[in-house]
């Protein structure tokens, strides 16, 4: 399909700079995950691949041609938004065969390929129906339909599944994934949603007040942060301060081998929850808050030095008693110079 590169990719709105110097790469057939606070530049940034917005400065390539001052309409772009925008005067069908009948598609072609589309996103009985009339989700996925109808070299999905709820949000997620899988399309998809976008994307970019501070794949960003902002924004992170001498990590609570190789000085340990294990290790906590979330029991412990921890465990597995002494797995644990 389409490899999409930024160089030096910069816009700004007098004071604001909404997207500040990105350089990147997306690969061919690629699912990349936009992810960082609000107000980052996740959707400028969205609107600048699909030539909604013009760049300050930098160039937009697709498969190595400039199209940084080419208008939306002869990019070849599938878009959809969290607002579904579907035309409500047509059928689903006729929203869905609009886009190739712009294309000069014949009208047979894209009534095949419409409904191949529906069948596809599971709403092929929706076809007559007018948008008003269906649910958010089955909107949703006409909106996709409509999108991936004029077969487009890119897809860019911003925030689709906001409005939904968790258990339609899951099962979307599923199948997009995999007819994106089959459709091989490269995609972009901005999201709040860091566990949608971890389950979905190949790799994500993590942003911040317009720049990039990571891009890799969800395990990379997860498990090996590049800075405290990365490990502070995605997921639970405990960030602990702690010094380095002689492969030894003292946390001011409780002292461990640190993970090989780590240098001598003063670091950020970032130590997820699930790094730590009840059983009898190096550090004393004391649990102060616990939280039943279903699926597994969050816990608040604090150290005698004042350190907050939190700490993931089984429901049936909960300590009951609020003094604990947990390891910690070093394997885990990320360390950050400072
Ligand atoms: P959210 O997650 O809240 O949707 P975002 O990460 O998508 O946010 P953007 O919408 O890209 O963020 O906005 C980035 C910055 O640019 C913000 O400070 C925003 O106020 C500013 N901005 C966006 N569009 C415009 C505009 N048309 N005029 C002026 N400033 C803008």
Redesign the pocket.
């Given at each position: 399909m389409t490899t999409v590169s930024l160089q030096h990719l910069t816009?700004r709105?007098?004071e604001?700079?909404?997207?500040d110097d990105v350089s990147l790469t997306i690969d061919d057939g690629e699912r990349m995950g936009?992810v960082?606070?609000?107000?980052?530049?996740?959707?400028?940034?969205?609107?600048l691949i699909a030539g909604f917005?013009t760049a300050t400065e930098g160039t937009i390539q697709y498969d190595g041609d400039d199209v940084t001052h080419v208008p939306p309409e002869d990019r070849n772009v599938g878009l959809v938004f969290q607002s579904y925008a579907l035309f409500n005067n047509m059928s689903v069908l006729q929203n869905v065969t609009f886009g190739p009948k712009m294309h000069g598609v014949g009208e047979a072609e894209r009534r095949d390929r419409a409904r191949e589309l529906l069948e596809m996103l599971d709403i092929g009985e929706l076809a007559d129906r007018d948008p008003q009339t269906l649910s958010g989700g089955q909107q949703q996925r006409v909106g996709l339909a409509r999108a991936l109808a004029i077969e487009p070299r890119l897809l860019l999905l911003?925030?689709p599944m906001t409005g939904l709820d968790a258990k339609l949000k899951q099962t979307l997620r599923t199948e997009l994934g995999a007819l994106l899988d089959d459709l091989g399309v490269t995609t972009l998809y901005?999201t709040?949603d860091q566990e949608q976008a971890m389950e979905m994307c190949d790799r994500l970019v993590v942003?911040n007040d317009?720049d990039v501070e990571q891009i890799g794949t969800p395990t990379a960003v997860y498990e090996r942060p590049a800075n405290e902002f990365v490990a502070d924004f995605v997921g639970t992170s405990n960030r602990i301060p702690a010094t380095v001498r002689d492969g030894t990590l003292d946390l001011g609570h409780a002292r461990l081998d640190a993970p090989d190789g780590t240098p001598d000085g003063n670091v950020t340990v970032v130590a997820r929850p699930e790094a730590f294990a009840l059983d009898g290790g190096p550090v004393e906590a004391t649990i102060e808050n616990r939280f039943y979330v279903g699926e597994h029991v969050r816990a608040i412990a604090r150290t005698p030095d004042g350190q907050e921890l939190t700490l993931r465990f089984d429901p049936g597995q909960a300590p009951e008693k609020s003094q604990v002494s947990l390891s910690v797995d070093r394997d885990r644990l990320h360390v950050l110079s400072q």
């Open positions: 816009k709105y007098d604001t700079l909404a997207v936009v960082g606070p609000s107000g980052c530049g996740k959707t400028t940034l969205l609107r917005e911003d925030e901005v709040h942003m317009g």
